[in-house]
């Protein structure tokens, strides 16, 4: 079993709230969809959280995709800090899948519906990102924190990068939790969730 990397920051790793594309199951890879008011209201929780346990500085990168960074301006609202963008920081792209809803392509492709994993069918997708591919963008940000860091970005790529730096598998997506509306705190390899 690999060892959690303690050489890495400590991070704050947030997911954009909730879309309309969320509620619809529909897959948006690097395709967008607005917040909705559950969403604008969780990246408000999720402002509350970090007011109560960032420290005095902390680096802000945000996925650039419009629905990460809309949850990063209102989390960071009222707090000293700057955002930056990174398009490595972005949800895995799905290729031809993106737009489509799960029943549509659970119809298709009815090994989908067999899958035993909730994410790893995704890395399968006609024209999209393989599992390697998106673990070297997603460790490249990582070796680049030299500081405390907050993370905005998606459901694949939170849980991805939370593999990394956890010392885990990158197959084990479904190890580690996900959620919309709270933060997960890394920390000398240990990990947490927090809510509000």
Do not use: Y
């Not at 993106?98 to 519906?113: F, K, S, Y």
């Amino acid at each position: 079993m690999r060892q959690a990397r303690t050489d890495f920051p400590e991070l704050w790793v947030l997911r954009h709230g909730e879309t309309e594309w969320n509620t619809e199951e529909r897959l948006q890879g690097r395709l967008d969809s607005a917040l909705t008011s559950t969403g604008l209201d969780q990246a408000r929780v999720q402002g509350q959280i970090l007011k109560s346990c960032l420290p005095g500085a902390a680096r802000v990168i945000s996925s650039d995709a419009p629905r990460a960074l809309r949850t990063a301006e209102i989390a960071l609202a009222g707090l000293p800090l700057s955002i930056e963008t990174d398009s490595r920081l972005a949800e895995i792209d799905l290729g031809r899948w993106q737009g489509r809803t799960l029943e549509e392509l659970r119809a298709v492709h009815p090994d989908i519906a067999r899958a035993t994993d909730p994410h790893l069918w995704k890395f399968s997708a006609p024209g999209g990102e393989t599992l390697g591919q998106m673990a070297a963008r997603v460790q490249a940000v990582l070796e680049g924190l030299t500081g405390p860091t907050v993370l905005v970005t998606h459901g694949v790529t939170s849980r991805l990068l939370r593999c990394i730096v956890l010392g885990l598998p990158i197959t084990d997506l479904a190890s580690v939790p996900g959620g919309q509306g709270v933060v997960h705190h890394i920390r000398d390899g240990k990990a947490q969730i927090l809510t509000a």
